[in-house]
């Protein structure tokens, strides 16, 4: 079991617990290495920081930034960056304004397949008002009674092809990229077994990504079956990237793994974290 978990969730995204809260979490599954991640967004770090540290963990800065990339949004992950350096902060100020119409665009579609009250419903789970994601709105279709679970929302209504799906125009890749390496950060593709992309693609993304100065691909992560990491591990090997590690962690019960409940990496690849 790996004591490193990097990539999690707090109340400043879609996730269910204070930075704080999270990161006593992560102590008690014993965790001490840890990054915060939230989407597109910074202000958690702070806190998360304050707590781990306060704990005697080695506390990483990350972000998870949303891209879209040839008709298939990413998403990049961000470790050890400074959270002050302008060009970051600047260029996840513009994501996190283009989510405001996208929320409305989602309610909009939401309510012509008979889901009223989307807007107002979803805002109510998302503690950060500028960061309304499709996890707020999965919550509220659950307290409606349109659904049983999350699970379930995104499968009904909030993925591809189903009401309350819409396209959006997400950061560039090599804007992530650039936003990650400027504030001296490691980029990382996050989860890569769960993007539709076929051979090709996945080989054009990872020599794409190397090129514009990525580091590293998630290799164990909740979202991965064990022959995935096993896959990942050959592509990290191949293309001359790191491999990192993290649950995904969103809060008790709405993640596939908790935290500290990693496996180790498979024999072979390089930690991203070693240079942290
Ligand atoms: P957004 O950035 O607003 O598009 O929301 C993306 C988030 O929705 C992801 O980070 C996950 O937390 C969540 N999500 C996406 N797909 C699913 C799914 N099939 N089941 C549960 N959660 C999902
Ligand atoms: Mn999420
Ligand atoms: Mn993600
Ligand atoms: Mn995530």
């Known amino acids: 079991m790996l004591d490193v ?3 999690s969730h707090s109340t400043h995204s879609d996730g269910m617990l204070t930075p704080s809260d999270l990161v006593q979490r992560a102590f008690g599954q014993g965790v001490k290495t840890f990054a915060l991640t939230d989407h597109d967004e910074l202000s958690g770090l702070a806190e998360a920081r304050a707590q781990a540290e306060s704990r005697g963990m080695k506390f990483i800065a990350g972000v998870e930034i949303s891209v879209s990339w040839q008709d298939e949004t990413l998403h ?4 050890n960056i400074d959270p002050q350096h302008p060009e970051i902060a600047k260029g996840l100020r513009t994501v996190r304004v283009g989510r405001h119409a996208r929320a409305e665009r989602i309610a909009a579609d939401l309510e012509r397949a008979g889901v009223e009250g989307a807007l107002d419903g979803a805002r109510r789970y998302a503690r950060n008002p500028d960061l309304l994601s499709r996890t707020h709105f999965a919550r509220y279709l659950v307290e409606r009674g349109a659904v049983q679970d999350t699970q379930t929302a995104f499968k009904r209504y909030l993925t591809p092809g189903k009401p309350g799906y819409v396209k959006h125009q997400w950061a560039e890749l090599a804007q992530a990229v650039r936003w990650i390496t400027a504030a001296g950060g490691a980029a990382v593709i996050a989860h890569p077994g769960r993007y539709k992309l076929i051979n090709r693609q996945r080989e ?3 020599g794409a990504f190397r090129d514009l100065g990525g580091v590293g691909v998630e290799v164990v992560t909740g979202s991965h079956t064990a022959d995935q990491y096993a896959t990942w591990a050959r592509y990290a090997q191949r293309y001359g990237l790191k491999a990192s590690a993290g649950s995904d962690f969103h809060g008790p019960g709405e993640s596939y793994l908790d935290l500290g409940k990693l496996p180790d990496l498979p024999y ?9």
């Open 268 to 276: 072979g690849v390089t930690p991203v974290w070693a240079d942290f």
């Open 204 to 206: 054009e993304l990872l």
């Open 76 to 79: 990049i992950v961000g470790l």
């Open 5 to 7: 978990d990097l990539h």
